[in-house]
């Protein structure tokens, strides 16, 4: 049984920083892709980061350079560091587990960032 429990959201003064952490149970980062994932107020939810099984990430543009995600394989968990964030940042942020092709979620975490 997969459990992606996150936290860390909260509101931010634009420029700030943030991080993230899902808890992961039921979940084997030598096999699973593991991901953050976000949604705007009326937008579809969309990629923030991804790690892969190799421990290589990808990030949108939009991120790129302010966002890391990181695994700590000993503590199970993932984690999202946000940094000069901006208002269009503001969203639910999802973590997401992706194995031969199924997709778990998380409940998702509240970030606002104000300017």
């Known amino acids: 049984q997969v459990q992606l429990v996150e936290s860390g959201g909260a509101l931010v003064q634009a420029g700030g920083s943030l991080r993230l952490s899902c808890s992961v149970s039921g979940g084997d980062f030598r096999t699973d892709t593991m991901g953050w994932y976000r949604q705007a107020p009326g937008k579809q939810r969309m990629v923030a980061a991804l790690i892969f099984v190799n421990g290589g990430t990808t990030y949108p543009d939009s991120v790129k350079g302010r966002f890391t995600i990181s695994r700590d394989i000993a503590h199970n968990t993932v984690s999202l560091q946000m940094n000069s964030l901006k208002p269009e940042d503001t969203g639910v942020y999802y973590c997401?587990?992706?194995?031969?092709?199924?997709?778990?979620w998380g409940q998702g975490t509240q970030v606002t960032v104000s300017s």
């Open positions: 997401n587990l992706r194995r031969s092709g199924v997709a778990y």
